[in-house]
């Protein structure tokens, strides 16, 4: 790195177990900017990047792996004739947990739980196995993420319920990427015509299929018609036969060997009483994907090749590596700044960050000083370790950032030589110029930066810094009634997606 004032630090700080003796402090926030996700792209006609994560308290199983990665092939070519012969997925990030064997797979960088588009973990209560897309905008809109369980993966009993697998993932896939809807409904089956016949709430109509009935208010097994209602008495389904032409919907019922299509202008049924028809101001959903960006200059295959097959990346989640990179310059004199911010990194490392991770902790100012090499998290005395080396004041200088990240770099490679996937929380109270001098090598590093602007003269340009590597960014202003820094610390967790280590602050309201 081409640094301003390199070598000025010591080569060394305290290690764990040793005091530090000179004064230190640490780290304040703010204003909470969402880290830049880990999204797909569209390469040519290929989705590229799309991560799928494993839950931590799901227990290891290689046969899981092997069906994710099945599954999602399997997908691709379905997807592939679906569209049109458009779109198909080209390369996927599975990321292990850390509770998983180690066995030699890759290190993940801004892969996270928290930014991926595929989660498979236990079954929220109100699901069960049902796979389902977490989806809250309005038609068109991205969904946040699709949900499968483990049970609905391994075992193949769900398969004549759901249809296969890959199936069932580009029905989930249309509603997560294209914001289109469901073209049932459980809670009106059934509906009436302006002719006054009783249909099925589906798309398309030349579904054929038999009315059964179950409940008591049958006659004969018969469906019987509520005279008031004028639809079938409850317990009455239609039940579509398995053998038949009809080539949609993937919206309504993928699982048919037949259905290959989405819906579209020439077969939507518009007075079905389905979210699609509600939310899409009734639009067929394959007007509503086609309409999508990724089809605006995305033309039809015209040779009759396949796509290749998806490739697989396999990543583990291994323990953090966090060094605190501090500004101990000037600019943190006045304001009460240096025990504000020593509040806050107090809270973070006493209560925060999370069990076995390793943290060092460096200042800066003209040069740098090594305060801790990093220490792993392994129980309360070495947290209470970590924050006696934070510093108690700010002495002078101007301010030097890369010289402070330099030397985070240093504590980092430490660990295992290497930097890729670690994190540096960076605190800045300071202007510097200077800091284009290092720009291109940290966003190469393969290293996460989180930053911090204390006051209205932090430099601006670390802002850049934290977007271009992947980092949060924040803000905390001098105001002394503020909980900008805390609540900038307590963001800054691993998204590992186990919530059984996360730390929860919780405020006690009280009333006379």
Known sequence: MGL????????????????????????????????????????????AGLLVAINPQVPEDAKLLANIKEMITEASFYLFNATQRRVYFQNIKILIPATWKANNYMKPKHESYE????????????????????????????GKYIHFTPNFLVNDYLIDVYGSRGRVFVHE??????????????????????????????????????????????????????QLSGLFKEGC??????????????????????????CNESNHNRDAPNLQNRMCDYRSTWDVIISSMDFNNTLPRTDTSLPPPPTFSLLQKRDRVICLVLDVSHSMNGEDRINRLRQAAELYLLQVVEDNSYVGIVTFNNEGEIRSQLCQIVNKDIRKQLASYLPTAAPSGGTNICVGL??????IKKQDGNIYGSEIILLTAGEDSGIIECFSNIITSGSIIHTIALGPSAAKEVEQLAHETGGLTFFASDRLDSNDLIDGFSAISSGSGDTFSHSIQVCLVTSI
């Open 4 to 47: 301003r004032g390199a070598g000025a630090g010591p080569a060394s700080g305290m290690s764990c177990g040793d005091r530090a003796a000179g004064a230190g402090w640490l780290l304040a926030l703010l204003t909470l900017a969402a880290a830049r996700a880990a999204a797909v792209l569209l390469q040519g006609s290929g989705y």
């Open 406 to 411: 330099q030397l985070g770099f240093q504590v």
């Open 237 to 262: 389904a239609f039940i579509p036969e398995r053998t038949q032409t009809a080539k949609s919907s993937i919206m309504y019922m993928q699982s048919l060997s037949s259905v290959v299509e989405f």
């Open 115 to 142: 930014k991926a588009e595929i989660i498979v973990a236990a079954p929220y209560w109100k699901h069960g196995d049902d796979p389902y897309t977490l989806q809250y905008g309005e038609c068109g809109n991205m």
């Open 173 to 226: 896939w249309a509603h997560l990427r294209w914001g289109v809807f469901d073209e049932y409904n459980n809670e009106k089956p059934f509906y009436i015509t302006g002719q006054n016949q009783v249909k099925v709430t589906r798309c398309a109509s030349d579904l054929t299929g038999i009315y059964v009935c179950e409940k008591k208010s049958c006659t004969e097994g018969n469906c019987v018609i509520n």
